[in-house]
């Protein structure tokens, strides 16, 4: 008897391994705070008309070294965008859910002004994988961001407007 339950739980151990392996993640899994890799800014992630979208809600620097005044998007190629604020920059757009994934959307970098397409997936409920490219996703550059907790958002935020 006893090696038989030992069976059983190793059967049900092993289809439950597997199950996570092959986790796929409901399509608003991704919405809320993320930090970017090295921590230096908060995303916030949200959904509106069936599209997924991010904007820059906090960053750990946010003035300027040399005018001591917000960061602008200075190195935007439209030169009509370059005095919009970084904070709040909306910089993740258009991204929809297929199968895992949040694709066919776009990331735009405001320290070097330049766009790339990109997709999203999450690796865990705390870890979502951005990959930027340009032509084919073999051609690009993966981080990591980290899930933020609310607690720490609201704390910094709240810091950083006083």
Request: some cysteine; aromatic content about 12%; proline content about 4%.
């Amino acid at each position: 008897m006893k090696k038989t339950s030992q069976i059983i739980f190793t059967v049900i151990f092993a289809l439950f391994s597997i199950s996570l392996m092959g986790q796929t993640y409901q399509e608003d899994a991704i919405l809320g705070k993320w930090y970017n890799q090295d921590q230096t800014a908060i995303a916030k992630i949200y959904k509106e008309n069936g599209k997924f979208y991010g904007k820059l809600i906090w960053l750990k620097e946010p003035l300027d070294p040399f005018t001591k005044k917000p960061k602008l998007d200075k190195n935007n190629p439209d030169e009509s965008l370059r005095n919009r604020p970084v904070l709040n920059l909306l910089f993740l757009t258009d991204f929809v859910y297929d199968d895992g994934e949040w694709e066919d959307g776009k990331i735009y970098d405001p320290k070097t002004g330049k766009t790339y397409s990109c997709y999203m997936e999450l690796k865990s409920p705390d870890k979502l994988k951005i990959r930027g490219y340009v032509g084919l996703a073999a051609f690009g550059k993966t981080t990591i961001w980290s899930k933020a907790k609310d607690a720490e958002v609201h704390t910094k935020t709240e810091s950083a407007n006083e």
